[in-house]
Structure formats: C-alpha cells, structure tokens
C-alpha cells in the first residue's frame, strides 16, 4: 500500500515527506495505523549521519504508538484494533542474550537494528521506483502505517490516549529504565540528572517517584531549569563539578548522564561520591571517546552504560502506561510543541537549537486526541 511516510535520503539534508510502498506484514509481524510519534535526539544523530554510514535511504521515527490494523502469521498476543506502542528492541527470547536476561541486547534485534531491517533482515518499505528503503530502528513511525516485529508492538492498557503513549517506547523506558533497572535508585538517595531534554525530564521523574532526595539537575541551558524543578528536581544548576558539589559536599549516590558527550560523561564521573556508579545513558555519537583520570578508581566509582532502560519493553511499556494513568506519572508537560508529518524538519531543528522538549508527530489526528499546541500543523 502507499502511504506517505519522512524519509532521510542524504545526511544533512532535511527530510522528504513523500508516498512511499509498504508491504504487508510477513511470519510474527504487525501492521499498525501510526497515531502519533514523538521526536527524539537520536532522530536528529541519524538525519545528520552521525550514527555511521549506510543508514539511509530510511524511514526514521522510533518512539510512537497506533491500533493494529492487521497481523501477520503466528502473531497471537494482538488482534485488529489493540492500541500499541512501539519498541524499537523487540527482543526474540531465543538468543543467548536474552536468555540471560539481557533482552535489550537481544542479538538479531541489534544487528538487523543496525542495517536497517526487520528481524527476518529484510524490509517492509520502498520508494515508488522500487528502491528499499531502511526501517529506522525497527520502528519507522514517521509513516501513516507501519510494519514492526511482533514484539515491537507492545499492547497498552486502555485509558492512555495516544499521543502520550507515543512518548512511552523511546525517552520514558529508557529514563525509567536507567532508574529502576540500572542503578536501583533507593528512597533518600542522592541523584545528580546531566542533561534536561526529553529523556533527562523521565530520569527526574523517575528519580522522584523513586524516592530520590536531593535530585540536582543539570543543564547548559537555563531555561530547562523550570522544566526539571516542576518534574521533581530539588535543585538546578550550571554543567560544573562545583556546582553539583555546592548542594552534595560529598558526592552524589546516583549520577545519570543524558547528553552523550565526553564532557558530560566525564562530569559524570566527577560528580560522584566514592562507591558510586554513574550511567551513561546519552547516546554519543560514533568516535566519540572519554578519558577518565585513572587514579581515582582507588576510590571504587564506577561507570556503566544502558540501552533502551535494559529492561524488558514488553513489561515495562504497559508498566509506565499504567503509572501515567494512575497520575504518578504526567508525560503532557514534556510536551511543547504538538505538529503534523509536514513539521517534521523544523521539529528536528529545534533539537539542534536545544529548544523545547518533546515534539509529538500527530500521524492520524482520532486515533491520537492531541490537544494543539505550538509548532504549526495538527
Ligand atoms: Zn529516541
Ligand atoms: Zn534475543
């Protein structure tokens, strides 16, 4: 069928929204009617190649939810009509990953992840003159419709309206994640949060949910302050060492860096009381490297890495879903700005301003029940 769908052609230039083929769902594969998409920062790494060569010509958009509008073969845990988020890991339960446990590490989804396929490694998606077109991480949601892996398409409980379920699949489990599953953040602990877009704002909020006292957050940019203090930091204060140091003398319990950058990784570290762990959860560009100074390894700090919340999506989807039902959780206010399909290249121009949090792509204006909000479009 055609649909239209933001396609990346070339690195560094902006995004063709155009018609694009997309072939029914195969063996354990879903086709959804895409709703609404959030805009994450690694949506911009992609559209500017910082994520390595041959990844594109790609469909891109990797946080979203929709309703199941068909299945494929041996597909039995939706039907027709269920509401989904996506996640962009649909780990098989069958490779020695996640058989340990690791189930966002899961093999096949990482490597077919990375060329762009589905888990049968091959696409569902071409240009008009045949040409194939990548998945962008399994997901490719900015699209009306869209054909995930099975396990990709994770069944919400009812009540979330759509465009917030959006938010869920990328930012909300990966902060959370990092949270709950990496550093086990206890009541009164201290918590230092580096970086206050879209998934640093879930961190904070997962660290207060959890308990966390203080919560120091950390922004280059003043006017994220406002943003983290109404989520549940108890301070906000400059990038620096000092500065985290002026609220926690001795350093902090948990430190969570969220930008993806050397210098951000290291503050990390710096920020750290002895026996503490930073994790790094920012996606760094390719050939980025940090140096640590090594001595201070004699005081048993510790860093370590998590991807996609290093949970298991399938549980932890409808787990944060409930949360924000319930009202623990208001994924609204990481919203700024609300558009449609054709705003999609100013959305990622605001991410390289570091402008705003959170852009919701509303794809289909029933399904999502978006309120309108700035940004033009929908
Ligand atoms: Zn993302
Ligand atoms: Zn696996």
């Not at 966002?104 to 990482?110: D, H, I, N, V, Y």
């Not at 979330?160 to 902060?175: I, R, S």
């Not at 204060?237 to 951000?264: C, I, K, L, N």
């Not at 949970?311 to 039902?325: I, R």
Request: glycine fraction near 14%; charge should be negative; charged fraction near 20%.
């Amino acid at each position: 069928m055609r649909i239209r769908a933001a396609v990346l052609h070339e690195p560094g230039e902006p995004l063709v929204v155009e018609e694009v083929e997309l072939d029914p769902p195969k063996e354990r594969e879903v086709l959804v009617r895409v709703a609404a998409a959030g805009v994450c920062h690694s949506d911009v790494h992609f559209a500017d190649g910082a994520l390595g060569k041959r990844r594109w010509p790609m469909v891109l958009g990797h946080e979203g939810a929709g309703v199941v509008e068909a299945v494929g073969e041996g597909v039995t845990h939706v039907v027709p009509g269920d509401a989904v988020g996506f996640s962009f890991v649909p780990s098989c339960r069958e490779c020695s990953a996640c058989l340990a446990g690791r189930l966002t590490q899961c093999e096949p989804a990482g490597r077919n992840g990375v060329r762009g396929m589905l888990m049968d490694g091959t696409s569902r998606l071409s240009l008009p003159d045949g040409t194939a077109l990548q998945h962008g991480l399994m997901t490719a949601c900015f699209a009306e419709r869209t054909v995930v892996a099975a396990n990709g398409a994770v069944p919400l409980p009812p009540g979330l309206p759509l465009w917030q379920a959006a938010l869920l699949g990328c930012g909300v489990v990966t902060g959370f994640g990092a949270v709950r599953n990496v550093a086990r953040v206890q009541p009164g602990e201290s918590v230092c949060v580096i970086g206050c877009g879209g998934v640093g704002l879930q961190v904070v909020a997962a660290a207060r949910i959890a308990g966390a006292s203080p919560i120091v957050a950390v922004d280059r940019d003043p006017a994220k302050f406002e943003l983290a203090l109404h989520r549940g930091a108890t301070h906000a204060v400059d990038p620096s060492a000092e500065s985290v140091r002026a609220v926690v003398g001795g350093g902090v319990d948990h430190a969570f860096e969220v930008v993806g950058r050397a210098e951000t990784i290291r503050l990390a570290w710096d920020v750290l009381r002895p026996g503490a762990t930073a994790v790094v959860v920012g996606l760094a560009p390719k050939g980025v490297e940090v140096s640590l100074p090594a001595i201070e390894f004699l005081s048993d700090r510790g860093i370590r890495g998590s991807y996609y919340g290093s949970g298991d999506a399938a549980a932890d989807l409808p787990a944060l879903a409930q949360l924000t039902v319930s009202g623990e959780l208001d994924l609204d206010e990481v919203v700024t700005h609300v558009t449609d399909l054709d705003g999609i290249n100013d959305a990622l121009d605001r991410l390289r301003r570091g402008e705003g949090a959170r852009t919701i792509v509303v794809l289909d204006t029933g399904l999502a029940r978006a309120p309108t909000r700035n940004g033009g479009g929908a």
